[in-house]
């Protein structure tokens, strides 16, 4: 008998994480074990020295349709605890993601709802096929939101329309999605992996040290006093100047020539 499909695959090539949730029959919806493939496979990844970009995608019909609500409804009396259980992994590999040195490249199709839309939201870009459906849904299942939604959708399209977002679950389309600044790109979804390994090609060929510090100041700037911010891009420009790679980009450019970044 063959072994099980995993749940979650990691593969690792050309300086690319590729992070694919692997539950195809159940919409890739999350559950325990899946929970902790993904938090498992994001250390992997994070940890990797030769890794530039990380990209989150799916198997199948869907990018992610939630959570694993039949293991919420079996938990019965114990859903709290069942609950805890799901979450704490899933919450691990995210703030593990935010922390990363690599770009998150999230690659969306089908259903994007849920845990799943809260996935693609906390990626620093993100690609949609055309025929993504997003839907936050946790008040369609009595419940609020996790995975960082109720942090970074506000961040992305303002308190209001995060409200509207999450309390009346409508369902958005990809084109309105790119409209609202939700995902960065639309692209047919045909075309979905070759486009999205172009961005993650074009990442992974930049100076390692540059992503990192732009992504770790975008994300901390959003918390910082102009002053502070100010001396962390001081300290991080003047970090990064001593660099191989920052002489590598200045003689490429005198030159006239693609740079080609070691780290």
Same mark, same amino acid.
Request: with cysteine.
């Given at each position: ?91 691990? +590999? ?20 849920? +845990? ?148």
């Amino acid at each position: 008998m063959a072994p099980p499909e995993p749940v979650v695959v990691l593969t690792v090539a050309d300086r690319i994480a590729e992070i694919r949730f692997n539950r195809p029959k159940a919409l890739n919806a999350v559950n325990v074990e899946s929970a902790i493939a993904f938090r498992d496979s994001v250390a992997t990844a994070c940890a990797d020295l030769s890794v530039r970009v990380i990209v989150l995608a799916g198997n199948g019909r869907a990018f992610m349709a939630g959570g694993d609500l039949g293991y919420l409804r079996d938990a019965g009396e114990q859903a709290p605890a069942a609950a805890e259980q799901l979450i704490e992994p899933i919450h691990a +590999a995210v703030a593990q993601l935010a922390a990363a040195g690599q770009p998150v490249l999230a690659s969306v199709h089908g259903p994007v709802a849920g +845990a799943g839309m809260s996935l693609a939201l906390c990626a620093d870009l993100a690609i949609a096929a055309d025929d993504a459906v997003f839907n936050l849904a946790y008040v369609k299942i009595g419940n609020s939101p996790d995975c960082s939604a109720t942090w970074t959708l506000p961040r992305l399209v303002g308190l209001r329309k995060a409200l509207e977002i999450a309390l009346l679950a409508d369902n958005i389309g990809a084109a309105e999605a790119l409209r609202l600044g939700l995902v960065n790109r639309v692209v047919p979804a045909a075309q979905l992996i070759e486009r999205t390994r172009e961005v993650a090609l074009r990442l992974a060929a930049s100076s390692p040290a540059a992503l990192k510090s732009t992504k770790w100041l975008m994300r901390h700037g959003l918390l910082s006093t102009l002053p502070q911010q100010l001396a962390a891009e001081a300290a991080a420009f003047t970090s990064n100047a001593g660099s191989a790679d920052f002489r590598e980009a200045l003689d490429a450019f005198f030159a006239k020539r693609p740079p080609v970044f070691r780290g």
